[in-house]
């Protein structure tokens, strides 16, 4: 692979067929210059974007912060697809690298933001938001500044954009109805959540697949059966607290739970 652009001395734009990729690895283009082949066995990392927009916009972004912010990114995506079991996007290096330069440049004025989304993370996106802590402790690890958790909670939103292909606005509306619909349970029976039981856990999980599927609008018209008349005969509160579920539901997405709709 021949050399187009040198970014800096760990960095390099390099052709690889008809397409242009960037690769990193510890000194790859010292006292090297455009032209020169790099090869396999000396890079690192690729990183492959899908338009030249984003390859100019992450090159940029490469000769212009320090090597130590790109470590800290590929570090914390290499705990996040372990953590999460799935290979991320090479798009998530480049808004996670700027967004880390941007948060360190703020950081060392002392200027620090509260994130609005900081309970709904750390509640319904676990994994995501150990993540975010793991990239927090790094930030302090490598450059000695302290991190306010609020911080580990934007890096966790970039994890569950990208898993969400990148629809930020999808994802609040998600965690948003996770929120309003565990309210609506927890006034109905007056009691509240064992936030550290396994029931508890089951239900978020339960209903965020549930939201998920009204914001995706992928819900549709179930079969009705035996099965409900005997959760109606049974379990009335339950049955009641779903009713004003579906309240919630018809007023917000303008859909009907129809599989509810015989015993209304």
Not at 53 to 66: G, I, P, R
Not at 191 to 199: L, M, Q, V
Request: proline share 2%.
């Amino acid at each position: 692979m021949k050399i187009s652009q040198i970014l800096n001395n760990n960095v390099a734009v390099v052709k690889r067929g008809s397409n242009e990729v960037i690769v990193y690895s510890k000194g790859i283009s010292f006292l090297k210059k455009v032209g020169d082949e790099i090869y396999p066995e000396e890079i690192q990392k690729t990183y492959v974007l899908d338009s030249h927009d984003k390859l100019e916009h992450f090159s940029y972004l490469l000769s212009n912060t320090k090597d130590e912010y790109l470590q800290i990114v590929n570090q914390i995506i290499e705990y996040g697809e372990e953590v999460l079991k799935e290979k991320m996007y090479d798009y998530l290096s480049l808004t996670l690298l700027d967004h880390i330069d941007f948060t360190i440049r703020r950081m060392k004025k002392g200027q620090f933001i509260g994130n609005p989304l900081s309970y709904q993370v750390k509640k319904f996106y676990p994994l995501h938001y150990q993540i975010g802590l793991f990239g927090m402790r790094l930030i302090q690890q490598y450059l000695s500044i302290d991190c306010p958790e609020d911080e580990g909670v934007a890096i966790a939103l970039h994890f569950i954009n990208i898993q969400s292909e990148n629809k930020m606005e999808e994802s609040i509306q998600v965690m948003d109805t996770v929120k309003d619909i565990l309210a609506i349970i927890k006034y109905h029976f007056q009691k509240p959540f064992d936030e550290n039981s396994i029931n508890y856990v089951r239900l978020v999980t339960h209903i965020q697949y549930f939201a998920h599927r009204l914001v995706h609008n992928e819900w549709g018209e179930e079969q009705e059966n035996e099965f409900y008349q005997q959760i109606y005969k049974s379990y009335p509160q339950a049955y009641y607290c779903v009713q004003k579920i579906r309240k919630y539901v018809k007023d917000v997405f303008k859909c009907d739970l129809l599989m509810m709709k015989k015993f209304i």
